[in-house]
């Protein structure tokens, strides 16, 4: 099944989207320099990775547990 169709898999997709994100912009920051475009939305992910850093990282733990447990 796709991420789209199961609601689990697509709140994943998109934790693990921002993390990578904000993590890519921390050791490469000129590869997101772009703000527009396609990389722009990159930028954007990143960027809500670093300013709502706590309530990402409580998501992703959450989902980790939900994965274990469920």
């Known amino acids: 099944m796709s991420a789209l ?3 689990h898999s697509f709140l994943t997709v998109v934790f693990l989207g921002i993390c990578t994100c904000a993590y890519v912009k921390m050791q490469f920051p000129s ?3 772009q703000r527009t ?10 960027r809500i990775g670093e300013r709502l850093s706590p309530w990402i990282a409580v998501g992703c733990f959450s989902m980790g547990v939900s994965v274990i447990f469920f």
Do not use: C, E, P, T
């Open 37 to 46: 475009g396609f990389r722009g939305f990159f930028w954007k992910a990143a």
């Open 31 to 33: 590869i997101l320099a």
């Open 5 to 7: 169709f199961n609601f």
